[in-house]
């Protein structure tokens, strides 16, 4: 049985999970094998280039730590870092 994935830390300049507060990096800590594939809008493009200039991360991985954040927040464990309630995106 693998342990649960890192929950992700949200701070006010930014998301960060294990694989983005260890490297600074382009390159990706995924290890799943399945791709997948979206179509957005320029707007929506713009705000993903501009999450993953601001991590250091390439767009996939970008990708991924939105999903860090939504499967955190469906497991109860997404907390504001200054009072420390619990987040759900809803």
């Given at each position: ?30 290890t799943g094998s399945i791709p997948v594939?979206t179509r957005v809008d320029r ?48």
């Amino acid at each position: 049985m693998s342990p649960p994935p890192p929950t992700p830390v949200l701070t006010e300049y930014g998301l960060y999970s294990a694989n983005t507060m260890e490297s600074d990096t382009q390159e990706s800590q995924c290890t799943g094998s399945i791709p997948v594939s979206t179509r957005v809008d320029r707007g929506m493009v713009s705000v993903l280039d501009t999450a993953a200039e601001r991590e250091g991360v390439c767009r996939s991985e970008a990708v991924r730590l939105v999903l860090d954040v939504l499967e955190a927040s469906e497991r109860g464990g997404l907390e504001c870092p200054d009072c420390g309630e619990k987040l759900e995106l809803l």
